[in-house]
């Protein structure tokens, strides 16, 4: 690896290359959230129990809700519940460190109020608009991950709406079955309707270094020593993830807090983050403010963007700065599911459907160079994202396994050995995630595969690796596997105690059969 740039003689040089406009940091969506109090969040929880009580017995059970981050498909069956209330800051404990939070709320809401106090929630997944109660019943991850592990462990305690039309306080003393089974499982359990979170000091600035490495096993290595001592080259490491081009040509991207004032890049102008990484050898320095840093995926949807054209200088140049983010690139997405342009296209130009290869796998530190070998050499898709998980320390709220369902069963799926039972990474581990967000044409695993051939290969060689992935795009497991994969009968078993008239789809049914 080549030496450590200086940063006092080239720092400036290198930002000029990266981006042609300086900036102490852009705003261009920033907006003051005040949080609502809990007078105003009372009466939204007590319009939702009565939308609910207006459900006639025996109807599935659905949110009302406009927006969503899912890329498997769903059913419009179901009454929505009403949840228009929920989505704000309730209040912030600047003193202690915390936030109560409605469960609707989204993180760039949330980001926004604590950011005034100069504080963050210690995991804040990459795209604005997912929600604070779907990234804990779903799964969410970020560059802190390798030390704050993923969201759900961060939180202190939640009121969950469960299929009785009860609101259940739950937390690591309290309702432990339900506070250590509602991560994963994706509100066929019931929803969340507001969450008290740790936050952490951040500073207003995060200085990156982009290191290159041209093989993988050199990167693994790396990553896997950087995520133990929280350091490179003897500088502090606090935020960590990575990119991958191609088996020759990666980078991890370590960030450090900073509090000296300085120019930083804005990536809503000519260039776009990702491609910032890219250098010949050695280290790359870049600089953004903490704001900019937390959302410096969304800008452009890490880089899947470059499908709408956003990334061609011409059309960015008149592309609106405020509509460079996810949320508006979900409407496009809309679009096209609806009329099916994509497709179209691609049938004019004599070129077969592509299949949607969307999804986010965990495997343990050591089998990431096998699986990378492996994705690049059997598709085209490129770039991938990489980001270290290490579960958090939880001993000081551990609770013996047959604790948390008082059912033989629960020894069974090995919950002493994975504190979240319904996303069971073992604990101790270095996990990696590896993000990967495309398609492929729907021959490419022959002319006679069936639907999905691409995506259920992936699902295969994960399952030989010992790995996992996110539900939150389309899965083909068989109930069976998913089963093994996925908290064995604790989701029945907890269905069966906090949703006993199935008012919401069960966890397989939601996540593999689209319910």
Known sequence: MSALVDPDSTFLKTIGKLSNSLSIGRGVDQKEVI??????????????????????????????????????????SGVGLDVSGLAG???????????????????????????????????????????????????????????????HESVLEMDIFTGTGEIVTCSPTQNVDLYRGFPNSYGSLGYAVRLKIELEPVQDYVQLRHVRFNDLESLTTTLEEVSTSKEFDDQPVDYLDGVVFSPTEAYLVLGTQTSQPGPTSDYTRDTSYYRSLQHPEGVLYDRLTIRDYIWR???????????????????????????????????????????????????????????????DVEVTVDKLPEFLEWFFASCEIEPVWLCPIKLRDTSEVAVESGEILNSQDALDAGADEHPWPLYPLKKDVLWVNIGFWSSVPVDLMGSDAREGAFNREIERVMA????????????????????????????????????????FPGLYEKTVKGA
């Open 89 to 151: 800051v309730i209040a912030i404990d600047p003193i202690n460190a915390t936030a109560d939070v409605q469960g609707m709320c989204t993180y760039e809401d949330l980001v926004d109020a604590t950011l005034s106090y100069g504080l963050m929630p210690l995991v804040v997944p990459q795209l604005k608009t997912i929600t604070l109660g779907g990234a804990v019943t779903g799964m969410g991850v970020e560059s802190t991950s390798f030390r704050n592990g993923l969201p």
């Open 297 to 359: 995926w969304d800008t452009d949807w890490f880089w899947c963007s470059r499908a709408f054209g956003t990334q061609n200088p011409v059309v960015r140049k008149f592309w609106p700065r405020d509509l460079l983010r996810s949320s508006f690139y979900w409407k496009i997405i809309g679009w096209d599911r609806k009329y099916s342009i994509a497709d179209r296209l691609e049938a004019r130009k004599g070129r077969p459907a592509r299949e949607r290869v969307v999804q």
């Open 464 to 503: 030989e690796l010992g790995g996992h992935k996110s539900l939150y795009s389309e899965a083909f497991y068989t109930r069976e596997d998913f089963e093994q994969l996925y908290g064995g009968k604790i989701p029945t078993l907890l269905k069966k105690r906090w949703d006993p008239d199935s008012r």
């Open 35 to 76: 949080p609502k109090g809990w007078n105003a969040h009372w009466e939204a929880v007590r319009k939702l129990k009565k939308s609910f009580s207006g459900i006639p017995d025996g109807q599935r059970v659905r949110l009302a809700k406009k927006t969503s981050n899912l890329f498997r498909g769903r059913s419009d």
